[in-house]
């Protein structure tokens, strides 16, 4: 089979490599689509929070069809179905035309739900869904997300919108403010904008608590926009757009007593039973089926797999880029 090999930090080829086998509880999955994530440019730098031996092959969800079965009441359920799915921890991922995993890592695609969006059923929406169940739970009323033209913020406006939460998305560049607005936001700030801070603080004050989910991590700007939002705030950090060493400003967590804490939905999802599972993707194919599509900037095939994350990397916020195999 087709597939493509990570050998070393950043050292992806092409190759063909046998198709595997699976183990009791285990499926083979014929993949259709892959996406690209962040998460999986951080698995390609050795960078993620799960390590497999190399060489190994990349790729953390996508969908396909069960063709094959190692045993087990879920798996013979399943085989012939078109379903979303997840890598294992254990072996290798997505970016190939066949991937082994186990039957619970696997939901049926309902039948007014694509292939290609099917393919990101997990990572983006699941943790949309999470934000705004977190934002519910710990009483926040309000969201302000920073990277609020990807996919993922707009999938974090819908849910926030169908559970009466407020949003502010904060933007690198002043053309995607309409297309946030758009998407249902409440209010778009742009960070590149000389007076941005003081904006913020005008925007955010007679505002309670506000979940501040991050995708910057690094350098000093997500945490000038943490001294901008009321006491008592969170920021909750899930991406490391910025590389760079983060530059905390001490006595704003004393004197506010913000928040700042990790999120890693691999770590969530984890904790779920299976019920739990399938009741949060049952509400992620109810989003595609209501007419919510994450938007496609393009396809590839595996062997131009260069061209595809080439694309990605600097057209993040364009939408997603996919593996068609």
């Known amino acids: 089979m087709k597939a493509l090999h990570l050998t070393g930090p950043l050292d992806l080829k092409f190759v063909e490599i046998p198709v595997p086998?699976?183990?009791?509880?285990?499926?083979?999955?014929?993949?259709?689509?892959?996406?690209?994530?962040?998460?999986?440019?951080?698995?390609?730098?050795?960078g993620y929070g799960i390590q497999k031996p190399y060489p190994v092959v990349p790729g953390i969800e996508g969908s396909g069809k069960i063709v094959a079965s190692g045993g087990g009441v879920y798996t013979g359920f399943l085989k012939n179905k078109r379903v979303a799915c997840v890598a294992s921890h254990k072996y290798d991922?997505?970016?190939?035309?066949y991937m082994v995993t186990e039957a619970t890592k696997c939901i049926i695609l309902k039948s007014g739900v694509s292939s290609d969006q099917g393919s990101m059923l997990f990572v983006n929406p699941l943790t949309a869904l999470e934000f705004v169940k977190m934002a519910r739970q710990e009483g926040f009323n309000h969201i302000v997300m920073t990277a609020a033209a990807s996919s993922l913020s707009k999938m974090v406006i819908?849910?926030?919108?169908?559970?009466?939460?407020?949003?502010?998305?904060i933007v690198r560049k002043k053309e995607q403010i309409s297309g946030v607005l758009a998407a249902g936001?409440?209010?778009?700030?742009?960070?590149?904008?000389?007076?941005?801070e003081e904006q913020l603080k005008k925007h955010f004050k007679g505002f309670s608590k506000i979940l501040y989910p991050d995708a910057i991590g690094g350098g000093d700007i997500p945490y000038k926009i943490?001294?901008?939002?009321?006491?008592?705030?969170?920021?909750?950090?899930?991406?490391?757009?910025?590389?760079?060493?983060?530059?905390?400003?001490?006595?704003?967590?004393?004197?506010?007593?913000?928040?700042?804490?990790?999120?890693?939905?691999?770590?969530?999802?984890g904790k779920k039973s299976l019920f739990e599972a399938v009741s949060d993707t049952n509400k992620?194919?109810?989003?595609?089926?209501?007419?919510?599509?994450?938007?496609?900037?393009?396809t590839f095939g595996l062997e131009d797999f260069?061209?595809?994350?080439?694309?990605?990397?600097?057209?993040m916020s364009v939408g997603k880029v996919l593996f068609q195999m």
């Not at 083979?28 to 698995?43: C, Q, R």
């Not at 409440?186 to 007076?195: K, P, Q």
């Open 226 to 269: 943490l001294a901008c939002l009321p006491e008592h705030s969170k920021m909750l950090i899930y991406g490391r757009l910025e590389q760079s060493f983060a530059n905390m400003i001490p006595q704003d967590l004393i004197f506010h007593e913000y928040k700042i804490e990790g999120f890693w939905l691999n770590k969530v999802a």
């Open 158 to 169: 819908y849910f926030a919108q169908k559970n009466g939460i407020g949003f502010t998305g």
């Open 306 to 315: 260069s061209k595809a994350l080439k694309l990605y990397m600097e057209n």
């Open 185 to 196: 936001a409440n209010y778009v700030f742009d960070s590149s904008s000389a007076d941005y």
């Open 21 to 46: 086998s699976p183990g009791k509880g285990e499926v083979l999955v014929k993949m259709d689509f892959s996406p690209v994530n962040p998460s999986d440019l951080a698995f390609l730098t050795g």
């Open 93 to 97: 991922g997505t970016w190939a035309e």
């Open 284 to 298: 992620v194919q109810k989003m595609l089926n209501s007419g919510f599509e994450t938007t496609i900037q393009n």
